[in-house]
Nanobody
Framework: QVHLVESGGGLVQAGGSLRLSCVAS????????MGWYRQAPGKQRELVAT???????RHADFLKGRFTISRDNAKNTVYLQMNSLKPEDTAVYYC????????????WGQGTQVTVSS
């Protein structure tokens, strides 16, 4: 059973920064890709960023360069550096992993709350 554990969320003022971490229970090389999603109250879950096993990353256009996904293979950890945070970034952030033979994200963490005050 794969376990993903997120941490690093919290309350921050607008303009501040946070770094989220996602630790996997096994090597992240076992997954095609890792991703971060978020879900705000009353809204659908949306993709924030992904990073492949080869280290290729993609970020949602609406972020406009404020967030950066990265990975540390030795630590089985994926990060999301969030800068210039805005109140509209308030959401529960989820880490997800895509299985090797899968076209979707099969494994999910429990989420970490990020709240940005104005």
């Amino acid at each position: 059973q794969v376990h993903l554990v997120e941490s690093g969320g919290g309350l921050v003022q607008a303009g501040g920064s946070l770094r989220l971490s996602c630790v996997a229970s096994e090597s992240i090389f076992n997954f095609n890709a890792m991703g971060w999603y978020r879900q705000a109250p009353g809204k659908q879950r949306e993709l924030v960023a992904t990073i492949s096993s080869a280290g290729l990353s993609r970020h949602a256009d609406f972020l406009k360069g404020r967030f950066t996904i990265s990975r540390d293979n030795a630590k089985n950890t994926v990060y999301l550096q969030m800068n210039s945070l805005k109140p509209e970034d308030t959401a529960v952030y989820y880490c997800a992993a895509q299985g090797v033979h899968s076209l979707r994200y099969d494994y999910w963490g429990q989420g970490t709350q990020v709240t940005v005050s104005s």
